[in-house]
């Protein structure tokens, strides 16, 4: 009860460290720096989570994914008060959603610690400004991801091989710096998914072509070139 009546902000969270790296310059969190952050926490959720899902159910009503999705369906039916993250392939086709699509298209840029590092034989050294985007580190390895531009949940329902995959996937990016939205985005993914396939099989719309449903960059996340994505809804218990 006595935390509860406390204003200041705890010692483990973003703010907190804002306000220590204000103070350790000399200065306070102003006006400008807390729009600032509000403004890049509102740009990094907006459009990701909801691209994201465009392509993963764009690519769920393809002919060629249509087992994929009956599957996800069938996992949803027979478990109909299952929490959403107690759902193995409903997981494995979100994996396989965001590898396949990565929602940021954009190369994440990263410092080298003083010293230097060595990687894959070539010595980097300290200072220097490295990068990589998701879709690559995605593709490149096809031990770890087999026919790495194949959609393919199962993939990630095998055991063997778990540890490496999960090492490669780049979506959210990984460390101290990745995504801090990612367990709410992927809650917010599980949910929708659950809720729509347990009632309806989605259809690509007739107007619709794959052409227009190309990834195109945008400034933050990757839209389709049609800048649109319609797909019918039609209720299980009418197919």
Not at 185 to 201: C, F, G, H, N, P
Not at 203 to 218: H, I, N, R, V
Request: aromatic share 6%; hydrophobic share 35%; charged share 25%.
């Amino acid at each position: 009860m006595e935390s509860s009546k406390r204003s200041d902000p705890s010692p483990f969270t973003l703010l907190s460290r804002l306000h220590e790296k204000a103070a350790a310059s000399g200065g306070t969190l102003d006006q400008t720096d807390m729009a600032g952050e509000c403004l890049d926490h509102m740009a990094a959720g907006i459009d990701t989570t909801g691209d994201g899902l465009c392509f993963l159910m764009w690519q769920l009503s393809q002919p060629s994914s249509m087992h994929c999705q009956e599957k996800l369906q069938q996992e949803l039916r027979n478990n109909p008060d299952a929490d959403f993250d107690k759902l193995p392939y409903l997981d494995a086709v979100i994996q396989e959603g965001l590898r396949c699509f990565p929602p940021i298209p954009m190369s994440l840029p990263r410092r080298v610690p003083q010293g230097g590092k060595v990687v894959d034989g070539f010595i980097v050294p300290g200072g220097t400004i490295v990068s990589c985007q998701a879709y690559s580190v995605h593709t490149i390895n096809s031990q770890v991801f087999p026919e790495p531009e194949t959609f393919d949940p199962e993939r990630w329902t095998a055991a063997e091989g778990d540890v490496e995959r999960k090492r490669l996937m780049f979506a959210f990016a990984n460390g101290g710096r990745g995504c801090v939205g990612k367990h709410l985005a992927l809650a917010e993914m599980k949910i929708l998914l659950k809720d729509v396939y347990s009632r309806y099989t989605t259809l690509p719309d007739p107007s619709m072509t794959a052409e227009s449903m190309e990834m195109s960059d945008q400034l933050v996340s990757s839209r389709p070139v049609g800048q649109k994505c319609l797909l019918r809804f039609v209720p299980i218990s009418e197919e």
